[in-house]
């Protein structure tokens, strides 16, 4: 069974920085590419970033571009999000995703102004 759990969220003023975290497990994790997802309130989950399964190669959604990293560890089965120069627009909760399987509970972010 695909587990998820994702973990950094907080509460961060304006311009600040934040570092989530996704714990894997159930699956080959360093076979599959992975995703991080957010839900801000009133809105649609919207894919933020995502990174093949090597880690060669990844994307972010404009709106985050220059702002927030993806990276993974495939000894520690564990996906990242570093997010810098956060605003309130980012204010959402944050999902990783495995290309099959369910959600996780997510982390709850919320930037101050």
């Known amino acids: 069974e695909v587990r998820l759990v994702e973990s950094g969220g907080g509460l961060v003023q304006d311009g600040g920085s934040l570092r989530l975290s996704c714990a894997a497990s159930?699956?080959?994790?360093?076979?599959?590419?992975m995703s991080w997802y957010r839900r801000a309130p009133g809105k649609e989950r919207e894919l933020v970033a995502r990174?093949?399964?090597?880690?060669?190669?990844?994307s972010v959604a404009d709106s985050v571009k220059g702002r927030f990293t993806i990276s993974r560890d495939n000894a520690k089965n564990t996906v990242y999000l570093q997010m810098n120069s956060l605003s309130p627009e980012d204010t959402a909760v944050y999902y990783c995703?495995?290309?099959?399987?369910?959600w996780g509970q997510g982390t709850q972010v919320t930037v101050s102004s």
């Open positions: 159930g699956f080959s994790f360093s076979s599959y590419a």
């Open positions: 990174i093949t399964s090597a880690g060669g190669s990844t």
């Open positions: 995703k495995a290309p099959f399987g369910g």
